[in-house]
């Protein structure tokens, strides 16, 4: 097993066309969290102090570990690093105490009849091992500890294996040997043991990505650090993006050689400069061997389209052998696409009774999703810009074939893109995800891909204002920004917001600047278009001057007619009446749902005060207060 790991952990696929390099050289921790049922039954996302904490931290004790995170996150460095630590341990290892660790790479396995055929082909080739031979070594070893990674990428692996793997998920297999399972979010399984704990990978913030440099990238050059950082820093769409690890590395690996990537406002916009900075840096890698232009590669990939697209809806796998692409695109332009990093080499291992030519055999994928969305982004504007007129009058029915099995929810980048690429279809996609489950955001950042007539986009800001607006806790920082930049659009355009709703969403307000600070760190300005303020907060350590703070913002709203609380706690009275002064003045109303029964704030006594006009009692707030409390443990 260690000697399978040795080859694991020093080669290393490298990413794009960055150079291999043994993994401890270059892994970096990005943020790491896990969940905890707090009082109140109440689940919350808390830090880990570092990937060790895995095993370590009490909070996550358990033998079942499910580590979630997007692709590129790190999930598979993460399994290498535990794989590395493990074979040569030392000082800080959290695997001491384990005698026997299982890496299997989930994709690489293919038509294995039982989890112990799987653990043999993990070894070396030369292994003597039987599947009996290591059932019965397990058998005899108290310290077991698994690492299934990448269960969510495997389609193709026998009803029998899967059974093996969800049964060792739910403690019914190996219930006294650990085990830890990476997946994709969406892939978490249902069904698994009620002590299983939960762990996420939330990916590179700036102070990673400084120590990534540092470390791999710009060693000792402090200015081509800050070039870098303050490049990402500058640009919300790259900020965003580079929050991948994955991209993060790509991204920094040819900047310090080039200044191509430049700044662009969308999605579409950086993804196509991107791309073609990895042609770049393989042309002037490569120009010495091939007098090749490349040309043609980088520009005609229609093919490569419909490769990607079929892959998505379901019509081919997820890999492909070379011969087969090689067959589809062409040598050169397959070549390519591989040396640049578009595509990856997967080594799958057959079962022990395949030929033993077949065990090496050259299969390739998509080095990640967001590259299969793009080329299948393109396919679906190559189909539409061929319809012509008749997808203007039959758009939806156009949609529905060929996005039917291509869900926003699973590939938002894919509907970004076309929008992106062809900004006339736009509407017609709009038109389409609308009324889907999460369908609003999915609106926005589509609606901030277009660089088309500004005609359409506020036709579109104008409907979309005239429902409310969310702004959530939870939402990515590049979805809270996509929504301030609608605000701001609004706000400029004289376009009325109907009803601006703020979940959990508030860190503190800044009153010198009008500015309310979210907990994401974006800033939501002064709206002179706003009409109505919700605000939704569990948290009851919101004091009087918090309060008075908020009061202020909402005073600076132009046009505001209300601002409404719910699900938290407020004072009977407020003692300070001065802030509330300007909101009387402008007769804003400041409502109060603390539970079934809504009040309303008297801005002259700073009394709550029924609909009717009657004041609350000591004895009325008392019974909410204990109602809310119930409803909402947490408070």
């Known amino acids: 097993v260690e000697e399978a ?21 270059v892994f970096i921790e990005g943020g790491i969290e896990c969940l905890v049922n707090k009082s109140g039954n109440v689940e919350k996302w808390e830090p880990l102090e570092n990937y060790r904490s895995i095993r370590l931290d009490p909070r996550v004790k358990s033998n079942r570990r499910i580590i979630e995170a997007a692709p590129g996150c790190g999930k598979t460095a993460l399994t290498v690093q535990l794989a590395r630590d493990w074979s040569i341990g030392g000082p800080g290892s959290s695997l001491d105490d384990v005698k026997v660790l299982i890496v299997i790479k989930i994709c690489e396995l293919v038509g294995l009849s039982s989890i112990y055929e799987c653990i043999k082909q993990s070894l070396q080739s030369d292994s003597k091992l039987t599947a009996n031979d290591i059932k019965e070594v397990l058998r005899q070893t108290s310290s077991v500890l698994f690492v299934l990674d990448g269960v969510d990428e495997y389609l193709d692996y026998g009803s029998k294996v899967k059974t093996d793997i969800l049964a060792i998920v739910e403690k019914e297999m190996f219930p006294h040997f650990e085990v830890v399972l990476t997946t994709r979010p969406p892939n978490v399984p249902e069904r698994y043991s009620k002590d299983v704990k939960r762990i996420r990978l939330t990916g590179f913030d700036r102070l990673t990505q400084d120590k990534y440099l540092r470390k791999v990238v710009t060693k000792d050059d402090d200015d081509a650090t800050e070039r870098i950082k303050e490049s990402i820093q500058d640009d919300p769409i790259l900020g965003d993006l580079c929050r991948v690890p994955f991209f993060f590395i790509i991204y920094a690996h040819i900047t310090h050689d080039n200044e191509m990537l430049k700044r662009y406002t969308t999605m579409t916009g950086y993804f196509r400069n991107m791309i073609s900075c990895f042609h770049d840096h393989f042309k002037r890698k490569f120009h010495k061997h091939n007098q090749h232009t490349h040309a043609d590669e980088e520009s005609n990939h229609t093919k490569l389209n419909e490769v990607a697209y079929e892959s998505l809806v379901g019509y081919s796998t997820e890999s492909w052998t070379s011969n087969y692409l090689c067959k589809i695109l062409g040598n050169e332009f397959f070549d390519q696409y591989l040396r640049i990093g578009i595509f990856v080499e997967v080594l799958e291992k057959k079962s022990a009774g395949a030929k033993l030519a077949s065990i090496g055999s050259r299969k390739v994928r998509f080095n990640h999703n967001l590259f299969c969305e793009w080329y299948a982004a ?19 029915e156009y949609l529905i074939e060929l996005l039917e099995d291509v869900y926003p929810s699973d590939y ?69 920004r996509s929504t301030l930049h609608i605000l701001a659009i609004a706000s400029h355009h004289k376009v ?26 974006l800033r939501l300005s002064s709206q002179t278009t706003l009409g109505q303020l919700w605000i939704e907060m569990t948290a009851n350590d919101w004091t009087e001057k918090n309060l008075q703070d908020l009061f202020i913002y909402a005073a600076s709203c132009e046009n505001l007619s209300s601002v409404a609380f719910s699900f938290c706690l407020m004072p009977r009275r407020f003692s300070d009446v001065s802030s509330l002064s300007t909101l009387h003045e402008k007769k804003v109303q400041v409502l109060w749902y603390p539970s079934l029964v809504s009040f309303r704030l008297n801005l002259q006594t700073g009394f709550w005060e029924h609909t009717s006009g009657t004041q609350m009692t000591d004895e009325e707030l008392e019974r909410e207060i204990t109602m809310c409390k119930e409803m909402y443990p947490s408070l």
Not at 15 to 22: P, Q
């Open 412 to 480: 938002q980048h894919l509907y970004r893109f076309v929008c992106g690429i062809y900004p006339e279809v736009a509407k017609h996609i709009i038109h389409y995800i609308r009324g889907m489950e999460g369908s609003e955001e999915f609106t926005i950042l589509c609606l901030l891909e277009q660089i088309g007539s500004s005609h359409a986009v506020m036709e579109t800001v104008k409907e979309l204002c005239s429902k409310p607006i969310h702004l959530s806790h939870v939402d990515s920082k590049l979805l809270q």
């Open 378 to 396: 393109n396919y679906v504007v190559d189909v539409i810009a061929k319809l012509g007129s008749k997808f203007e009058t039959s758009s939806d």
């Open 496 to 521: 009325t917001v109907s009803r601006l709703m703020l979940h959990e969403a508030i860190d503190l307000v800044d009153v010198s600047r009008n500015e309310i600070v979210l907990t994401s760190g």
């Open 5 to 25: 790991y040795h080859s694991l952990y020093v080669h290393p696929h490298p990413i794009a066309s960055v150079n291999a390099k043994a993994v401890n050289n």
